[in-house]
């Protein structure tokens, strides 16, 4: 699998970050999740991306294989793969994400927590804001 890690590295040792919400809406997709600025400091990182084809989401249990990949196993949450992933490598049925295959300009995208992950497939980077969570 070759990855590309996406904005900041946050603090992880021991503290969980999850994906807190997400939206679907004609404009786009927004996806919320908490992490760790520090080791007292809890924050949420919205991404937003305006145009997409498609996204899954599922437990980080059910992608077991990506944590055996030593790019994941950081601070990073978002990353960029370039091959080997959903769209490229890890589907095996016959006529499925065929057209996402074949569209070059096509990104496959990661958001990465402890206990939840998305994968987005989508033309260009999300927006990437820092917010407060309210408690």
């Known amino acids: 699998m ?9 603090y992880t040792n021991k503290l969980e970050s ?3 919400d997400f ?4 404009s786009g997709l927004k996806i919320t999740i908490s ?12 991404y937003e ?13 059910d992608l077991l294989g990506y944590w055996d990949y030593p790019d994941f196993n950081n601070g990073f949450h978002l990353f960029r793969i370039i091959n080997g992933g959903w ?19 096509l990104n496959e995208f990661f958001i990465a927590t ?8 989508a033309y260009e980077k999300p927006t990437i804001t820092e917010i407060e969570l309210k408690d």
């Open 87 to 105: 769209k490229s490598g890890e589907v095996t049925q016959i006529g499925i994400l065929d057209v996402s295959r074949a569209i070059d300009e």
């Open 23 to 26: 939206k679907w809406t004609v």
């Open 49 to 61: 991306f305006s145009g997409f084809n498609g996204f899954r989401f599922l437990d980080e249990g």
């Open 114 to 121: 402890s206990n939840s992950c998305f994968t987005v497939l």
């Open 18 to 20: 999850d994906i807190i």
């Open 35 to 46: 992490t760790w600025k520090n080791q007292e400091k809890q924050i949420g990182i919205e």
């Open 2 to 10: 070759t990855i590309d890690k996406i904005g900041k590295e946050y």
